[in-house]
């Protein structure tokens, strides 16, 4: 209506009927202006088109559209009106549908659900499971390590038992020695102490 206001359709509107008539052919090629010899000024040629054959362009291609789907929707072409008994019968078999598709959406959404609870329940799993492999690792270096104090302390207590029995052998090597020489059984450049 817009467009017929402002002049780009040539259409007429008939509000009676409810219709829309145009009034030139959309589809007519227009005409090139021929040589004449009379005084009437030839139609211009424009390059660009006008807007109301842009608009009608646009019209008509929506239109083929609108017919192309009508006719896929449709099947064969056969568009007319159902009576009530067809009616009812597509509509209890589209209610049948949508309730079996309503099923198997809420079917499809509690699985997911499911694969979810279960998904975040491997994770807690996972997560409580390599939890207790770090502790028991920690644990077990730790064990490693104090068993690795304890033996290098107890080698160093066998060391020192070792060299106080060496020095107390000397001290007595030395005490029996002198005992000798002040008994005069050895003399005193004899004795060595080793």
Do not use: W
């Not at 227009?30 to 088109?49: D, G, H, I, M």
């Not at 192309?68 to 589209?94: M, N, S, Y």
């Not at 770090?134 to 304890?150: C, G, N, P, V």
Request: proline share 3%.
């Amino acid at each position: 209506m817009g467009c017929a206001r402002r002049g780009e359709l040539n259409v007429r509107v008939d509000h009676k009927a409810g219709s829309l008539t145009f009034i030139d052919d959309p589809f007519a090629s227009p005409e090139l202006p021929q040589a004449s010899t009379s005084t009437a000024a030839p139609r211009e040629v424009s390059v660009q088109p006008s807007t109301s054959d842009l608009v009608r362009t646009r019209l008509s291609k929506v239109a083929s559209s609108l017919h192309k789907a009508l006719e896929t929707i449709d099947g064969d072409g056969k568009r007319g009106v159902l009576t009530p008994e067809e009616q009812a019968t597509q509509f209890k078999t589209l209610s049948a549908s949508v309730e079996v598709e309503r099923k198997a959406l809420l079917h499809r959404r509690a699985l997911i659900a499911r694969r979810r609870e279960l998904l975040s329940e491997l994770n807690v799993k996972k997560e409580k499971e390599e939890t207790t492999r770090l502790a028991e690792m920690t644990k077990k270096s730790k064990e490693d390590q104090a068993r690795r104090l304890k033996e290098e302390l107890r080698r160093k207590e066998q060391e020192k038992t070792q060299k106080e029995i060496e020095s107390i052998r000397i001290d007595e090597a030395k005490k029996y020695a002198q005992t000798l020489v002040d008994k005069g059984i050895l003399k005193a450049n004899q004795v060595e102490v080793s």
